[in-house]
């Protein structure tokens, strides 16, 4: 493979719409083919690519055989993961698949042997890590700005699940649940920010505002849209997630808030801010520091994940021409889909779950 990496696109729809956007912006990357069975999708598509010439198929096993690839993006809904990867791992591809990784344990236990057995880089696409501001919030917690940490907790207070093609984000045996499809981002960010392993979980929640009274061929909806989530890891460190998808009037959509012995760190999402207030003791004068992490225009204009996409594919991109090992790998995607199972569990019967039982499972 040359400077130019020639890639093939399964899937579409909003996610997918994303990706071809960065690729657009990002060097010596081309799209050469999609897939998607819904022509209404792959008109999206054309429309991003603006006249650009591409292949199009109906599904990944098609575009996998008709070759001149070099990588692909798996943007299709969560459920088909698992086939789509089957013919793209036998052909040989640099692989990025969107999160969730897959909607089971079991599945994705089958994704990280394949991935294990192949040369190629395996990426699975959890983009917040990447937001510059969560970057930097993230950089600070692990140069111990905070001290030792002991606390960790991420709100996100944001809109309902959004519109897909055939309503199949509105059951959880399509998305794994509300706790899998949107909170592995956040269970990713975790266990990467904690650097340890979790060890229980207990979740909240229940589908209280949103959806309710919809019906739809497939049935009534079942996903969440409220949660409290408690992880416990390894390492004694305590990380909470608090959801809620009927918020979208807030200020800032996101928030992570890093607690060690000596200090607080918080970063906020969509603003960029962060925020440091150091201990200062009883009624002394705080001394909080503000500061905003600037993102690139072009990366922002590009996605709605403020930025995050176009710097993953950079990233994604560099471990295909260097052979460095993917930032996020198979493994990683699969314990945030066992720590959001674990929650779903736990939400369901009201008690612990603990992760060994999950991965046991």
């Keep these: ?32 083919a999609i897939a998607d069975p819904v022509e209404t999708s792959r008109g999206w598509a054309r429309a991003a690519l603006g006249g650009r010439p591409v292949r199009e198929h109906e599904t990944a096993a098609e575009l996998a055989a008709a070759g001149g690839l070099d990588a692909v993006i798996v943007a299709s809904p969560n459920h088909t993961h698992r086939a789509v990867l089957e013919p793209l791992f036998a052909a040989g591809l640099h692989i990025l698949c969107e999160k969730p990784l897959a909607t089971t344990v079991a599945d994705c236990r089958w994704i990280v042997e394949q991935a294990a057995r192949t040369d190629r880089i395996f990426w699975t696409a959890m983009e917040y890590r990447f937001m510059p501001p969560v970057a930097e919030f993230i950089r600070e917690v692990h140069e111990h700005r905070v001290g030792r940490l002991r606390m960790l907790s991420i709100r996100e207070h944001r809109f309902p699940f959004l519109v897909k093609v055939g309503d199949w984000n509105r059951f959880s045996a399509n998305t794994g649940g509300t706790m899998v499809e949107k909170c592995c981002h956040f269970f990713d960010l975790m266990r990467l920010i904690v650097k340890a392993e979790p060890v229980r979980v207990y979740c909240s929640g229940a589908m209280d505002v949103n959806h309710v009274g919809e019906r739809y061929a497939q049935g009534v909806p079942d996903i969440i849209d409220n949660s ?88 994604f991109a560099r471990s295909i021409r260097t052979g460095h090992p993917p930032i996020v790998s198979a493994h990683d995607g699969l314990m945030a889909v066992a720590m959001g199972a674990a929650a779903e569990l736990s939400a369901r019967e009201k008690r612990v779950v603990t992760l060994d039982e999950v991965l046991a499972g």
């Design 228 to 315: 409290y989530t408690v992880v416990d890891f390894d390492n004694g460190v305590r990380a909470m997630l608090d959801l809620c998808m009927f918020a979208d009037g807030a200020e800032q959509q996101e928030e992570i808030t890093a607690v060690g012995g000596e200090a607080r760190l918080v970063v906020f999402i969509p603003s960029g801010e962060l925020v440091f207030s150091p201990r200062v003791g009883f009624m002394n004068p705080k001394r909080v520091e503000r500061r905003t992490i600037e993102v690139d225009r072009a990366a922002l204009e590009a996605g709605s994940h403020h930025g995050s996409t176009f710097y993953e594919h950079q990233a």
């Design 1 to 32: 493979m040359g400077e130019l990496i020639r890639y093939g696109l399964v899937g579409t729809g909003m996610m997918g719409i994303e990706h071809i956007q960065n690729l657009l912006i990002t060097p010596g990357t081309e799209l050469v």
